[in-house]
């Protein structure tokens, strides 16, 4: 399985989506911070408020990133699909499991790389972020201090998992479509359409009696893991109705779930 890592690192670092995903990422924290601190210089009164300064200071980059970087589900998601639909596209696939290792091996070491990858995207996100606050406190003539190194981490491991399993919605479809573009716009339907329209039916049935089960659900999971870092200069806040442990249970089975799905198909099924 090494090999087969080290070849897909090769691979996956000389593909344009790889440069690609990083620079829309790197550009979400930054254009984030550029229009808050636009609007907390200039404020106006809107249904939200105007912006407190205090929440672009270094001391909160960690809860101000993991807000701008929800959407990178979205990203993850087609960059999943990408990764494992594109080889049956090429037909790359065929050949790969006509060689050593077997087809398990080959999906391990894939998923391993994929993991890697969403790990450097969040890194992207939180350097990026980091930079802005520090560009902002300096300008605004503000002390720099840093969150503690726990709340980092815990905020790294947070949008790292959300990646993943957002990701892992992507691959599973791609090894389920066999083929990248059909299972990017699936995927994107039921992350931004289908999903919501099945949360609010649910919640709406007798009173809100089988809410429980729209809180299994993956988005309504991901929103609850990133709503649970804030602090007082973000204002008064409801705490989410799932707590950040359940919600990171439910994002973790998920994708160990699609993942081990798609390996069972990849072992089962012929590879056209």
Known sequence: MIATIKFEWRKLRLRPAFLVSAGLIAALPALVYLISWYQALHPTQGERGPVNILTLYPDQFVNQVIGAG??????????????????????????????????LSVWAGRVVVFFLWMAIIAAVLFVVGAAMSVIVALFQGHSISWPAAVDIAKGFGAIWLI????????????????????????GLIYLLAVELIAVRFIDSINSGAYKWIGNLFMGQNAAALTQSFTSPAFGRSIAPAITAEHAVLVLAAYAVALIVVAAGLLRLRDVI
Do not use: D, H, N
């Open 163 to 186: 990646l993943v399993a957002e990701g892992a919605i992507g691959l599973g479809l791609g090894v389920v479509i066999r083929q990248s573009a059909a299972a990017l716009g699936a």
């Open 70 to 103: 929800t959407i990178g589900g979205a990203i993850a998601i087609v960059l999943g699909a990408i990764y494992a639909g594109s080889e049956f596209s090429w037909g790359t696939l065929k050949t790969m499991f006509t060689q050593r290792p077997g087809r």
